[in-house]
């Protein structure tokens, strides 16, 4: 049975973009310059009642955890109507490797295995995650770019052809695709929530979306914590192990189709 990811949403969103634009939450885009007004008055202080803003070198950041690792999900397929089966979709596999020229840098890595062709690599400042350097490939295309705080350069190719890119902000940001590093590294307490600003290699567009500190939990005995992601697309859970930060578990759901994707550690790790 074959799954549609429904348009407007690409296979490394529902992959898991960090597992990224595979996770997801309630979203709020805040693209429109009411909301983006709203967000920067939030970082200076002139709002208790809306979410803050993270960004690199917040003091809501928590990177102690950030050490090298390796683990691997299975990927599983629930359509959201119909047939509901759940089925094997891929296995994907991250990595954190840390640097040591230059030194205070992190790498991270996550891939999908065949049939399906997502690859991407991304090096942070582990101090402050700001994000330096990231190459996503998804087969058809390779972006190429580089993060000078509120700066992003770089290109994209797409067989012969090569596009130059250059965007630039009012403020620091985070790469998509450290939206896992992000959700491991918060202050874990229930009911904080935080506007995050996301750089889409996919969209070369910056998005500002949620996470949420939802509650403790046990689970097989160990202490989590369930976070949530919040975008226009897709809704996710992680389950993060309290001690380790480690990711326990996760589930992604497509806001349009319901459909569901559901990452489980591979037995071992």
Request: charged share 25%; net charge positive.
């Amino acid at each position: 049975m074959k799954f549609s990811l429904g348009s407007g949403c690409s296979a490394a969103r529902l992959l898991g973009c960090s597992a990224a634009r595979l996770l997801g939450y309630s979203a709020v885009w805040l693209f429109e310059s009411g909301v983006m007004q709203t967000a920067a008055a939030q970082t200076r202080g002139a709002s208790t009642t809306e979410p803050a803003m993270l960004l690199p070198g917040s003091r809501s950041l928590d990177v102690k955890h950030l050490t090298p690792q390796t683990q691997s999900m299975r990927v599983l397929v629930r359509a959201g109507s119909g047939d509901t089966t759940e089925r094997e979709w891929s296995l994907m596999t991250r990595r954190d490797c840390v640097i040591d020229a230059p030194p205070g840098q992190i790498a991270h890595t996550f891939d999908y295995a065949s049939p399906r062709t997502v690859h991407d690599s991304l090096v942070a400042q582990r101090s402050s995650l700001a994000p330096v350097f990231e190459r996503l490939d998804l087969g058809g295309s390779l972006t190429t770019l580089r993060f000078e705080g509120n700066r992003v350069l770089g290109t994209v190719q797409r067989g012969d052809s090569t596009q130059a890119i250059e965007r630039n902000f009012s403020h620091d940001i985070f790469a998509f695709n450290q939206l896992e590093s992000l959700v491991r590294s918060l202050d874990y307490k229930p009911g904080v929530s935080m506007v995050v600003p996301l750089f889409s290699a996919q969209d070369l567009k910056l998005e500002y979306d949620t996470l949420s500190v939802v509650a403790r939990e046990e689970v097989n005995g160990r202490r989590a914590w369930r976070v949530r992601f919040s975008d226009a697309v897709v809704v996710s859970d992680y389950l993060i192990d309290a001690e380790s930060r480690r990711v326990m578990a996760q589930e992604t759901r497509q806001r349009s189709s319901g459909t569901r994707f559901r990452y489980e550690v591979v037995a071992g790790q």
